[in-house]
């Protein structure tokens, strides 16, 4: 009786949409999640009985969901639990009751005993035997679990077999006959459990729960004989009429993969146990269960798993369908050695059309009582197979037939949403008007199969935002294409905020198909910012301003976004004037407070002495007396001054000037001006499309970024060597500008470490290659220091000085192996 709990740590949270964020460490972009395939039909539209959701699909072998809530922390009151507060006289609430027999609380048990002592001797006497006989097997999980003594159990099993000869007391007698039968079980006499189940439990005059609690170990014996057939049978009746060994007969088939088999069938005597094999069988993961629910629908049309087969069948042909890494689902498949359903991936449409057929079938069914669900099923099918029109008429119907589920009704939405979506070509103010609605509705969910719906339109109408095209007419305008038309501010403007959206999914919730923000933020170009800040401060219509307050973005979000893209692209006098218009609240924010301290001008090398060209090594200077308006505006004087200049003084401005670009990359100290976020994980090459065409396009996006590779900044460095007239300065210079090629180096070795398959640095044919690399394309910049700026008095102090310049010089006797 004694129950074990174990509390899984499943929770998971996405952070609320921030107007800054700071990320340091590891980052990791969202990765795919078997509990999150792509799915927008969700199998809560379903009726069914509510323990019944642990048998909705997942791609693992479990439901997570099932495992949590049976190893949860709160009490479960079973049928035992009522049965003995009923027993007991009522004397004890259901609770006490569960603490006494499950939890053997020594309050709870003690006063329960005292209770029966002065009543019922033989319970009490039953109750000390049934503790004694406790296997402990209420958590398959635990590996120490708090077992009988197993040299114990054959005496155990003969008390049991006395006692139920001897007790006059029905209640009692039918537990020791479950007893005696679990006992033999335990000692693995199976054939004696067989036994004692036909010789103790069917002649009781009485059957309750309990016997079916000896029926469900019975059957666990007749599997362990290898009498799979008719094992599959009794844990059917089981699973069909008692909902406390409900999870445990399903369990006991899908634990060793079993599927239907006919043979089950001949044990069956009527059709509501030929349709309890069918069920229970049809809930298995790894086959078809279409077939089997034809037949449940046949034998008992008002079966309560009906509609929940159906749905559970749509989500794992959804599986395949979506899921484009067939090896992730052959890998995820090996404990279903059912080879079609591994190439299902192949032709997953032509089961589609099966489940459609079916649905529809369904719907005119006067047996079934729901027609509603399979008017949505059949729209929903309809949908994937891209027969809008059928979707719509059948949604229709479904609509207007009544149904007590709300989340049927909330899935109608969802589908309207999704046919919305699909089928837009030029976008209206009247699908703008219902759009925003269905986005209002779905914005904030715990369920992914809503969001993905949700991400899925707001990325289907960003993009028909973005790809206008002109509609042609006459009676050849069928025989060319479209032109393509420029997008307009606020048609950008929108596909924007929409893409904005798919970011957002709930205070409390992470999915892998939510996009990351950051990544956004990254890609935008400046002039889409403006364009969305002018329609911002123009927003006309009804839905451009739900849609901006859905968003979350303001004013004062888009113009540190603009300012950060703008130093990205080095426009630092545009840039300085996005920054005066964010707010003193954000620059007081915790992020610029903790990461914008350091002297954004300030790189620690050796100071010049403006007359004799001395150097010397002051300590960098951790004060920052630049706000980000001051820095960037800063930053584009010493342009204008360097312009001007000549000689020493133009060598000295576009080294500051470098300096400046350096700390906005990120290697600096002024990361946080060109992003929201630092990471050590960085730069994201882990992330690089499968696709060739794809990740050489990511390939050259990133060898593109002047935050990794601080190109810029070595342009400024080469700049100051040419002007100018003081070696020392010279040296400085040059010295930097090679810093700077060695960064762009260093990201086309990782690029070439991913592309390589992960190939370790200290491979030696890797490091041949990258060193070959390097003297061809990354070591001009190097071979120009070494050749003329190793000779003076600049390379004798950061010897000195400087244990990481040593291994830079040294580079180059690799360079030239």
């Not at 715990?446 to 006459?474: I, M, P, W």
């Amino acid at each position: 009786m004694k129950r074990f709990k174990l509390s899984f740590g499943l929770g998971r949270f996405r952070r609320p949409f921030l107007l800054v964020s700071v990320v340091l460490g590891f980052a990791c972009g969202p990765s795919f999640d078997p509990n999150e395939f792509m799915s927008f039909f969700m199998p809560e539209s379903a009726n069914s009985q509510p323990g019944d959701s642990r048998y909705f699909f997942t791609p693992q072998f479990y439901n997570d969901a099932e495992i949590s809530e049976q190893y949860s922390d709160s009490m479960v009151i079973d049928e035992n639990i009522k049965a003995w507060t009923t027993y007991a006289g009522n004397s004890f609430s259901e609770p006490q009751i569960y603490k006494a027999l499950y939890s053997e609380e020594p309050d709870a048990v003690g006063a329960l005993k005292a209770k029966l002592a002065r009543t019922n001797a033989p319970a009490v006497t039953y109750l000390d035997f049934a503790w004694a006989a406790d296997d402990g097997q209420g958590n398959p999980w635990d590996p120490n679990p708090t077992q009988a003594d197993s040299t114990k159990l054959p005496e155990l099993l003969d008390d049991a077999k006395t006692s139920y000869r001897t007790t006059t007391d029905a209640f009692l007698k039918e537990r020791y006959a479950f007893q005696a039968v679990k006992l033999a079980c335990e000692i693995e006499d199976y054939k004696q459990a067989q036994q004692l189940y036909d010789q103790l439990v069917k002649p009781l005059p009485k059957h309750t729960f309990m016997s079916d609690w000896a029926f469900c170990r019975r059957a666990g014996a007749t599997l362990a004989l290898g009498d799979t057939a008719q094992a599959i049978y009794e844990f059917a009746q089981v699973f069909d009429r008692c909902p406390s060994r409900r999870k445990a007969a399903e369990t006991s088939l899908r634990k060793y993969g079993i599927h239907f088999q006919e043979s089950a069938l001949q044990y069956a005597k009527t059709d509501g146990e030929r349709a309890a094999v069918y069920a229970l069988c049809a809930i298995q993961p790894g086959q078809d269960a279409l077939d089997l629910l034809k037949e449940i629908v046949r034998l008992t049309p008002k079966n309560p798993l009906i509609e929940l087969v159906m749905a559970r069948e749509i989500n794992r042909n959804e599986y395949y369908f979506f899921t484009t890494d067939e090896g992730y689902i052959s890998t995820n498949m090996s404990n279903h050695p059912d080879s079609t359903l591994v190439t299902r991936k192949s032709d997953p449409a032509s089961y589609f059309d099966k489940l459609r057929s079916f649905a529809l079938e369904s719907a005119e069914n006067k047996a079934l009582t729901n027609p509603a669900f399979w008017y949505t099923a059949a729209a929903y099918l309809d949908y994937i197979g891209k027969d809008y029109k059928a979707a719509q008429t059948h949604l229709d119907e479904a609509v207007l037939l009544p149904s007590a589920n709300a989340n049927l009704k909330k899935q109608i939405n969802v589908q309207r949403m999704l046919l919305l979506a699909a089928q837009i070509t030029t976008i209206t103010p009247e699908a703008e008007n219902q759009l925003i609605g269905y986005l209002e509705a779905f914005d904030t969910t715990g369920n992914f199969r809503l969001n993905n719906a949700f991400v899925t339109v707001c990325k289907q109408f960003a993009d028909t935002y973005r790809h206008k095209t002109e509609s042609k007419s006459g009676w050849l305008s069928g025989c060319s294409r479209s032109k393509e038309q420029p997008v307009d501010g606020p048609s950008e403007a929108k596909a924007y905020l929409l893409t904005m959206l798919t970011t957002q999914a709930g205070s409390d919730s992470y999915f892998a198909s939510t996009t990351d923000k950051n990544t956004i933020e990254d890609t935008i170009s400046a002039t889409t910012v403006e364009q969305t800040i002018d329609f911002a401060s123009q927003a006309k219509t009804d839905f451009d301003k739900r849609l901006l307050k859905l968003s979350g973005v303001n004013n004062d979000y888009l113009s540190l976004l603009l300012g950060r893209r703008l130093m990205m692209e080095h426009q630092y006098a545009k840039a300085a004037d996005a920054f005066e218009k964010v707010s003193d609240e954000t620059w007081a924010n915790e992020s610029f407070a903790m990461y914008f301290q350091k002297n954004p001008f300030a790189v620690k090398m050796p100071a010049i002495h403006a007359t004799d060209g001395s150097v010397n090594f002051p300590e960098e200077a951790d004060e920052n007396p630049y706000t980000p308006v001051q820095f960037a505006r800063h930053m584009a004087d010493l342009e204008q001054q360097a312009k001007a200049a000549t000689g020493d003084k133009a060598a000295e401005l576009y080294y500051q000037l470098g300096c400046g670009a350096w700390n906005l990359s990120w290697y600096g100290n002024s990361w946080l001006l060109v992003k929201s976020y630092w990471s050590g994980g960085e730069p994201p090459i882990y992330l690089l499309p499968s696709n060739p065409v794809e990740k050489q396009k990511r390939i050259d996006q990133l060898m593109n970024t002047d935050y990794y590779t601080t190109t810029h900044a070595r342009g400024y460095f080469e700049q100051s060597v040419k002007s100018a007239k003081t070696p020392a300065l010279t040296d400085r210079s040059a010295y930097m500008a090679a810093r700077c090629e060695a960064h762009a180096f260093s990201l086309q070795r990782s690029i070439e470490q991913i592309r390589n398959g992960y190939v370790y640095e200290e491979d030696s044919t890797f490091v041949k290659n990258m060193l070959a690399l390097r003297k061809t394309k990354y070591a001009s910049a190097y071979n120009d220091f070494v050749n003329n700026h190793t000779r003076t008095m600049f390379n004798k102090e950061m010897i000195r000085e400087c244990a990481m310049y040593k291994d830079f010089l040294t580079f180059g006797d690799r360079v030239d192996e």
